[in-house]
């Protein structure tokens, strides 16, 4: 087998995510060898090589029959992994049409070898076969479903009978409606009836009046469904196709009478139609406010998480969770991690955000002691928490304590996560004293003892205070004289001195001197209104220099066309963009600088038409030709196609704003998604999808009346 694999295809000419393919046939010989530890490297290569991430690439296709004739094979060891995996490339839709075209193709012609599996001795197998097999080509259904059929008449684990169930609904909803219908009878396990709706929401077909019935039946008492190939969570996508009432009665019902897991499913659940649907914000709020009080830590815990979004149940749960964070365990401040932690820190987030005055004095204890998570500092910002007088005293506290430097303890990565919380925490307790500028002038002394070290916002801080940190001047101009320390850091210093001296005189120099780093000093420059002359020399060179493709390379000549531009040079900017066109690096960084150039850009029109049929960057394409040429069809058609993946962020309210009244096209749909029920789609933040979606409704009712 190995020798025809090598011989007969040239896996050199085939890429896969990490470039060429040769080296396929290799890894597939380890993923079946006798080192337990290479095997597993080996079939984790496979998983982000041939399938990375959901996305399939010229070599995937090939390597189908290969993974079916180890599969079918008894004396493949692993066998589970490979059939895993071909459910996965079975069910990703997620790669070039042509790709994927093959793929089918390929997978369709190995019916005949991966249906014997449905007989398989183990049930894991079986399991995962059932996945694969109703992830095949729609074609496939006839041969696929009589076969799922009869094994269903002899199936005897529940969670396989599940799976053969949602195969054949998949294949072939119509013919299978009768069947799960039927199987959702009483009496039957409680897997299977769980798996037959699963399969009946999943194939779209009408709704049974006992699916309520069911579910809780199913439910009540736990998950029916655990580690089921074909979901990741049962229970969410059955509840999600229930009416309003009959969904809140049935969260209320497990919330009240279910196990903790059952309850912590029904917030869950809650929260997620709270994501897609701005009424259910107002309908389920009662129910989340209701599960602050649950007697069980995890419940509360989910719970109080979901309001940190969903801030319209935060008014009613405000009580318990400051009685909460007013007498907290020792546990909750001594480990972020905890359940006890994760609670508490929620807590404090919504008090926050709300408003309310009970965060204040846990806030500053746990602060002193070193219990508040990084974010909850961060938050005084976004909110705009004034500097009163006890809390700069615990933020001074808190700076005075922890360690300038980490000592590594061990290694590994707990240590990695510490470390980074010690990290975060330095960032966010200085960009805090920034954030308050003069009136966190007691802070000076504090920070004084930071200015040595980079990578926070320690200069900035002072900058900001002004002359009140005149204190801080010595050791600033040392920092900032230092040839050990960094070009970054030393002009943050100079930038603070200029700012608490009043003299500009010694930032200009440094400019100067650190011609070297030309894109970081004119940027520096620009900021404070420096003059560009002494350093167009040698940002012309950069950006005219050929270093490769590497991306940083190729990033570096983007940004030192950027200031150029900005120093009225159109001509160098040009061959900086053509260059990352030609790399395919930064090509979304280089698109936009096309159309901050503009008409002159004209010439590279044809290579940004080119890019209007990318997946990634056909938006940022389609920005620069309005830019450059003011032709509206190819954004208008951008933004259609990429509203759905990434939802109405600020990339759409700068099209908006360069399309004007040639947006009336897409007028309609906008309005939908400004007024509608349904939340604006595309790629949002965990735990943020709520608030991010009224923000972006916001904007968006904001820009409305612009374009009309």
């Known amino acids: 087998m190995w020798e025809r694999i090598e011989m007969t295809l040239d896996w050199a000419a085939l890429e896969h995510a990490y470039g060429s393919a040769e080296d396929v046939p290799q890894t597939l010989r380890d993923a079946v060898g006798e080192d337990p530890e290479r095997a597993a490297e080996a079939i984790e290569h496979l998983f982000s090589s041939i399938y990375h991430q959901g996305t399939l690439y010229p070599a995937t296709p090939h390597a189908v029959p290969l993974l079916a004739e180890l599969v079918a094979d008894p004396g493949t060891p692993r066998r589970a992994a490979f059939v895993g995996l071909l459910g996965a490339i079975a069910s990703t839709g997620d790669a070039d049409p042509e790709v994927l075209a093959d793929v089918d193709a390929a997978l369709a012609r190995e019916v005949g070898r991966l249906l014997p599996l449905l007989d398989d001795p183990e049930a894991e197998l079986r399991h995962l076969t059932t996945h694969l097999l109703g992830n095949l080509p729609r074609e496939c259904a006839a041969e696929v479903v009589p076969a799922l059929l009869v094994r269903r008449r002899r199936e005897r684990s529940p969670r396989v009978v599940a799976g053969l169930l949602a195969a054949a609904g998949r294949l072939d909803p119509s013919g299978s409606a009768g069947r799960l219908a039927e199987e959702l009878a009483p009496g039957k396990p409680a897997a299977v009836r769980a798996g037959a709706l699963w399969a009946i929401v999943d194939a779209g077909l009408p709704w049974p009046d006992t699916a309520p019935e069911v579910v809780l039946d199913c439910w009540l008492d736990g998950s029916p469904l655990t580690n089921w190939i074909w979901s990741d969570d049962p229970f969410g996508d059955v509840v999600a196709r229930t009416d309003s009432a009959a969904f809140s009665e049935l969260c209320r019902t497990l919330l009240e009478r279910g196990t903790p897991e059952a309850a912590e499913k029904a917030v869950d659940a809650a929260y997620d ?12 709020a009662p129910l989340l406010a209701a599960g602050v009080h649950h007697p069980d830590l995890a419940v509360r815990v989910t719970a109080a998480r979901a309001i940190c979004d969903v801030l319209t149940a935060a008014p009613a749960a405000a009580d318990a969770l400051a009685a909460y964070v007013a007498d907290p365990p020792p546990v909750a401040v001594e480990d972020a991690n905890s359940s006890e932690g994760r609670l508490f820190a929620a807590a404090l987030e919504i008090l926050i955000t709300l408003g309310d005055p009970r965060w204040r004095e846990p806030f500053m204890a746990a602060l002193t002691s070193g219990g508040i998570v990084p974010g909850l500092v961060g938050l005084l910002v976004d909110t705009d928490v004034a500097a009163e007088p006890a809390l700069l005293t615990a933020v001074r506290r808190r700076l005075a304590t922890v360690p300038l430097e980490w000592q590594e303890h061990g290694g590994g990565y707990d240590e990695l996560l510490v470390r980074n919380r010690w990290s975060n925490e330095l960032s966010a307790l200085t960009r805090l004293l920034r954030h308050w500028g003069p009136d966190a002038a007691d802070a000076v002394p504090e920070l004084i003892r930071l200015v040595p070290y980079e990578g926070w916002w320690t200069a900035s801080a002072l900058a900001a205070i002004g002359p009140a940190a005149s204190a801080a001047v010595p050791l600033l101009t040392r920092v900032r004289d230092d040839a050990e320390v960094s070009w970054r850091h030393r002009l943050e210093c100079a930038q603070a001195l200029a700012a608490i001296t009043g003299d500009t005189g010694q930032l200009s120099s440094r400019v100067v001197e650190a011609a070297g780093e030309p894109v970081l000093v ?42 150029l531009l900005e120093a009225g040079d159109t001509r160098t900017p040009l061959i900086a963009v053509a260059a990352a066109l030609d790399s395919g690096r930064y090509v979304a960084k280089a698109a936009e600088l096309a159309g901050l150039i503009g008409p002159p850009a004209a010439d590279l029109v044809p290579r940004l038409r080119e890019l209007l049929d990318d997946r990634h960057d056909h938006a940022d394409a389609a920005l620069a030709i309005r830019r450059v040429t003011g032709e509206a069809a190819p954004l208008v058609d951008a933004v259609r196609r990429w509203l759905p993946r ?63």
């Not at 709270?274 to 389920?284: G, K, L, N």
């Not at 520096?524 to 270093?547: N, Q, V, W």
């Not at 759409?652 to 400004?674: H, I, Q, S, T, Y």
């Open 522 to 563: 004119a940027r520096t420059a620009l900021r404070h209104g420096l003059p560009l002359d002494g350093l167009l020399p040698a940002l012309r060179d950069l950006a005219t220099t050929d270093r490769g493709d590497d991306a940083s390379a190729v990033r570096d000549r983007i940004d030192a066309g950027r200031m």
């Open 273 to 284: 139609r709270c994501t897609r649907s701005r009424s259910a914000r107002t309908e389920c």
């Open 646 to 708: 990434m939802g109405a962020g600020k990339w759409l309210a700068e099209a908006l704003r360069e399309l004007g009244p040639d947006a009336a096209p897409l007028l309609p749909e906008l309005r939908e998604l400004a007024y509608g029920d349904a939340a604006i789609g595309g790629v949002g933040t965990y735990g943020r999808q709520v608030r991010e979606d009224e923000e972006d409704r916001h904007r968006l009712r904001a820009l409305l009346p612009q374009l009309t």
